[in-house]
């Protein structure tokens, strides 16, 4: 007698029981709870120096905390302070002008200008009285003691002494006078000219120290001291761990049971039984993974949108692309109770 459909008939019969007994015993589905699947994001910022001179030394490695303002490195500022210095100098050079031309003539510019108005005075009249004794002896003597050429001479000079008297007047005239405007005008703006130099070199100066621009932790260290940096190449990662949430999908069918500061709790493989606490703060107003623009009725349902769950990670468990488990309370309450099922 063939035994093999009894045996057959008898595995099957235990296999329906075990169904039938899993189906009565089984407990039904929490319908206050939404359970989702996401994983951890975080914001990061990549720094990198302004400057383009060499690396001097850069202060923390990955993994470190680092504090809002921190120094986290410093370039080669040797050329630079140089250059400061130079443009110091400059502005010291600038600044002596600017005040010579306010100050205006010395008393002792003004009493030299006229001395000089003085001699040319005198020369001017020695010419004359040369050339009236010519022209006397020549109309006593009737031409015959003084020649024509001799009077031309004396009449030049004459001219001569005249033209450099005025030119010495005019000279006089200038340095009581003083600067121009103008002049002052236009050293004034030189000097801010060199100011400004000056404060972009300290600009620079104060740039080739890198800092934390907020609290974070290095994610990676991207250059080392002797590297030729450049506003182009990032020096370190930060990784910024407040805030932190979970990038999940909602189906558009759960769409509507959810909502902004909606409580949940946030379960991790590497801490089971030890929830953390969060609440939904931001929901995608945009499905993807849409896979044409025309929908049927079934790809409708298939449709997802993004929220974030923000994470209240005060032990910091949390880690970057870490896979999480997101239980959200659909009745208003905590759900506590439920992550920690």
């Known amino acids: 007698m063939n035994k093999k459909p009894l045996v057959l008939g008898g595995i099957l019969l235990v296999a329906a029981l075990a169904a039938g007994a899993w189906y009565f015993t089984r407990k039904p589905a929490d319908a206050s709870t939404l359970v989702l699947y996401g994983n951890v994001d975080q914001r990061q910022v990549s720094l ?6 060499r690396i001097g030394r850069l202060d923390v490695q990955e993994g470190d905390r680092v504090k809002a303002g921190q120094v986290l490195g410093e370039l080669d500022t040797r050329t630079l302070k140089l250059r400061v210095a130079q443009s110091r100098a400059q502005i ?14 010395r008393p002792e510019e003004i009493a030299q200008a006229h001395a000089g108005v ?7 009249e020695l010419a004359r009285q040369q050339l009236d004794r010519l022209q006397g002896i020549r109309q006593t003597t009737a031409g015959r003691a003084v020649s024509q050429q001799d009077l ?25 006078t003083g600067p121009r405007k103008e002049d002052i005008a236009q050293a004034q703006a030189q000097l801010e000219v060199a100011r ?23 994610r990676a260290r991207l250059m080392e001291p002797g590297d030729m940096a450049s506003p182009q190449r990032p020096v370190y990662t930060l990784a910024i761990t407040d805030p932190k949430w979970v990038r999940a999908y909602v189906a558009e069918a759960d769409l509507g049971r959810i909502r902004p500061g909606m409580a949940a709790t946030l379960g991790t493989d590497s801490h089971p039984g030890q929830p953390l606490s969060g609440k939904v703060g931001y929901i995608s107003s945009v499905a993807e ?3 044409k623009t025309v929908q049927t009725e ?15 990670d005060k032990e910091d468990r949390l880690r970057l692309g870490m896979p999480v488990t997101v239980r959200l309370s659909l009745n208003g309450q905590s759900a506590q109770a439920a992550g920690g099922r």
């Open 92 to 105: 010291a050079v600038q600044e002596q002008a600017l005040q010579r031309l306010k100050t205006g003539s």
């Open 118 to 124: 003085a001699a040319a005075q005198a020369d001017a």
């Open 152 to 176: 031309d001479s004396a009449e030049a000079r004459r001219k001569v002494a005249l033209a450099q008297l005025e030119n010495v007047r005019k000279a006089q005239q200038l340095v009581v």
């Open 196 to 218: 400004a130099e000056l404060a972009v070199l300290n600009r620079q100066v104060e740039e080739a120290t890198l800092q934390s621009p907020i609290d974070a932790v290095v």
């Open 289 to 291: 993974f849409t896979p």
């Open 298 to 312: 079934e790809l409708r349902s298939s449709l997802v949108y993004e929220i974030r769950v923000l994470a209240d």
């Open 48 to 53: 990198a120096f302004n400057g383009s001179e």
